[in-house]
């Protein structure tokens, strides 16, 4: 979806054409002191992870809490340089980069004093758009997507589910081909979560963007996704890579199906073994 503003020279392009992000032998440790003495050590966060995203996938990221996951978002986003490994993207090694993905943590980061339609354009004028031609391009989003007529609110007057989708459109408008999601609807009661997996499911279809998705809830990962990567232990490593072979566009129905039932066991199995192995 192009969406072109008031100056003919000014193009917001919003989709759809993910990219392919490779996550090659990242690895993370940090420096600790040890007790007693003035000397240092590393501890390893994360070891070799080696993760692909396609094109237009959704890829989800399961692992029990301290296996790194949030660590290798923040790799990939640029905010942390890893201890070995690369971060590709279309195949050109952008390790330690800002600015090339989007990225929306589990709180929406919402600012309290603008409203819904500054806050969702704020990634546009970061990256330099005026801020006429970034509110042209965001009030067709924000009517499309239910928000039409709260632009003008302020996020404390908005419900839980409208703050994340006020916050994902802020990530879907920063106009990057790859998202990473960490967690988004953890905070959300289970209606309100069912409902924005099914709206993420309608933007996917939509802008076919690249979605990384980090959540520990397995029927979360096994509804919107692609395949599945499960992490455990510390360090962190991937243990099982899962394709998730159900039919596209999900409903509500596939939930219901032998073949979901097969991989929730699947993923749990994994997680409840001490190694993250299969016995």
Not at 15 to 23: H, I, K, N
Not at 208 to 230: N, W
């Given at each position: ?35 007693g ?13 080696d ?14 809490s ?31 980069e ?13 600012m ?11 990634g ?12 042209a ?18 996020p404390?007057?908005l ?40 709206w ?41 890579e ?30 409840m073994t ?6």
């Amino acid at each position: 979806m192009t969406v072109i503003v008031d100056r003919p020279s000014t193009v917001v392009d919003t989709g759809p054409a993910g990219s392919t992000l490779e996550v090659v032998g990242i690895g993370k440790t940090y420096p600790r002191q040890v007790a007693g003495t003035k000397r240092s050590e590393d501890v390893p966060v994360l070891s070799p992870v080696d993760i692909v995203a396609r094109p237009g996938e959704f890829v989800s990221i399961v692992g029990p809490s301290g296996c790194g996951k949030s660590t290798l978002f923040s790799i990939v986003a640029g905010l942390e340089t890893p201890s070995e490994g690369s971060i590709l993207i279309d195949g050109v090694d952008h390790t330690g980069e800002t600015g090339l993905v989007g990225y929306m943590l589990q709180k929406d980061l919402l600012m309290p004093w603008r409203s819904v339609l500054a806050n969702v354009v704020l990634g546009l004028e970061v990256r330099g758009v005026r801020r006429a031609d970034a509110v042209a391009a965001a009030r067709p989003l924000l009517r499309e997507y239910g928000l039409g007529d709260y632009e003008d609110a302020k996020p404390g007057q908005l419900s839980g589910g409208m703050r994340q989708r006020a916050a994902l459109l802020r990530t879907l408008l920063f106009n990057r081909q790859i998202m990473l999601l960490d967690e988004p609807f953890g905070a959300l009661d289970a209606q309100t979560r069912l409902q924005m997996q099914m709206w993420l499911l309608e933007v996917q279809a939509t802008f076919a963007k690249t979605i990384v998705f980090v959540t520990h809830d397995i029927d979360e990962a096994v509804f919107l996704s692609d395949r599945i990567y499960v992490m455990h232990g510390k360090p962190g490593e991937v243990v099982r890579e899962i394709r998730v072979d159900l039919p596209r566009p999900r409903t509500l129905e596939a939930t219901g199906s032998a073949a979901f039932g097969r991989y929730k066991d699947e993923v749990r199995s994994i997680l409840m073994t001490p190694s993250g192995e299969l016995t």
